[in-house]
């Protein structure tokens, strides 16, 4: 451990609290990420959010130009404070910017739909980082999140409803495709030391009360 910062706040975060971080960093991943499109419902997007905290998800995309996401701490019980939120409603084009954004990281676009052929999730092709896009409850994706799509994903539906709740749709692909890169050397798709030791700096600034004082006070 390097950071100097994260080691002055270590002495206050108890034992048990810093096994449970240890056991969620080791579990973490950015081989996948999701994308949240204009999600109409504040609390379906905080649903998201719990699902992939719960399943080592890191990186959750929010596009944000027509509905903006509003925190919702009933429904996510506070796991946006452990995710890495990229957040795009101040530029002219967000959807773009979250595209090229995805592209410079070296992601892979599926894009979540019911009516366009594609792979079901436990057969989408994890080789590359892949980011899942959710759109929003009524339309589903934009139009130039499908053109930008390397592949489709689906859920067969075999009732009367076309689709499912996006938390729910999510949650059950994020766990198949989950399920199959952890089958993968873990050095594919565990984060580095070095982010490990950053994302821990972050959850510790957030749990020692006063954290920026105590910095502070010792010329941190």
């Known amino acids: 451990m390097q950071n100097p910062r994260l080691r002055a706040l270590l002495p ?24 949240l499109e204009n999600v109409y419902q504040s609390r379906n997007a905080s649903a998201v959010m719990r699902s992939c905290d719960g399943m080592g998800v890191q990186n959750v995309h929010l596009i944000e130009d027509i509905n903006p996401w509003v925190y ?20 002219e084009d967000p959807t773009e910017a979250c595209i090229q954004a995805l592209r410079s990281s070296g992601y892979k676009i599926a894009v979540t739909s019911p009516h366009v052929n594609g792979y079901e999730a436990h057969s989408l092709p994890i080789d590359q980082p892949v980011a899942v896009v959710m759109g929003t409850e009524f339309k589903g994706a934009s139009e130039r999140m499908l053109e930008a799509a390397d592949y489709h994903v689906f859920i067969p539906m075999l009732g009367m409803a ?15 495709i989950m399920e199959n890169i952890r089958t993968r050397p873990r050095k594919e798709w565990q984060l580095t030391e070095l982010e490990k030791e950053e994302l821990l700096l972050d959850w510790a600034l957030k749990s020692v009360k006063k954290s920026d004082a105590i910095l502070k006070h010792l010329g941190l």
């Open 12 to 35: 206050y975060i108890s034992e048990e609290r810093l096994t449970k971080f240890d056991d969620a960093l080791q579990q973490r991943t950015r081989r996948l990420c999701m994308v």
């Open 162 to 176: 076309e689709s499912l709740n996006i938390s729910v749709a999510a949650g059950m692909i994020v766990h198949r």
């Open 72 to 91: 919702n701490r009933g429904v996510s019980k506070g796991t946006p404070s452990w995710l890495t939120l990229h957040r795009y409603k101040d530029t």
